[in-house]
């Protein structure tokens, strides 16, 4: 692990929630605020931008030495007053990641629970955890946009790789 693979995989986080995020945008208000199914994570596409916009301020916070004891920004009432947020935790995410050196990766830190049971954890792999976390429910927003209006784009790594260098995908 290293720090320039911790920043690669960070872009590719923003990429993919904001590629999903504009296509959801562009369906309205509307079709973002209702219930796709209870057998998501959250029943509504808003809700799910929600919870991956709240679970990334937690974990900030927390390896910032702040006390995050909830998932504060879950309770968003549109995309449109969440997007400034989540650009303003956009940069406040790459500042710090930015600022992070190659011995920053083996900082264990403490975490206290929701249900108030602590652990340790090592900075580097939480870096990990949370844009993985982030691809589970991005799956989930797929294929609720899927039942909503059709596949959305690819939000795969290769799919990230391909359009920042400008490649251009052979037609078959």
Not at 14 to 20: I, K, P, Q
Request: hydrophobic share 40%.
């Amino acid at each position: 692990m290293s720090v320039a693979l911790i920043r690669e995989l960070w872009d590719y986080h923003h990429w993919a929630n904001r590629r999903l995020f504009d296509v959801t945008v562009a369906l309205g208000e509307e079709a973002a605020g209702g219930e796709v199914g209870r057998q998501f994570s959250a029943p509504t596409l808003r809700g799910m931008f929600a919870h991956l916009y709240a679970a990334d301020r937690l974990w900030l916070e927390r390896w910032k030495g702040q006390t995050a004891a909830s998932m504060t920004g879950a309770d968003v009432a549109t995309l449109a007053e969440l997007r400034p947020r989540w650009d303003a935790l956009e940069s406040e995410q790459r500042g710090f990641i930015g600022a992070l050196s190659e011995p920053d990766l083996g900082r264990v830190f403490e975490v206290r629970g929701t249900e108030g049971t602590t652990s340790t954890r090592p900075l580097g792999l939480m870096l990990l955890h949370v844009p993985n976390h982030a691809t589970h429910h991005r799956s989930e927003i797929a294929t609720m946009l899927t039942m909503v209006s059709g596949s959305p784009a690819d939000t795969g790594i290769h799919s990230y790789l391909r359009e920042r260098v400008g490649e251009r995908r052979a037609v078959a």
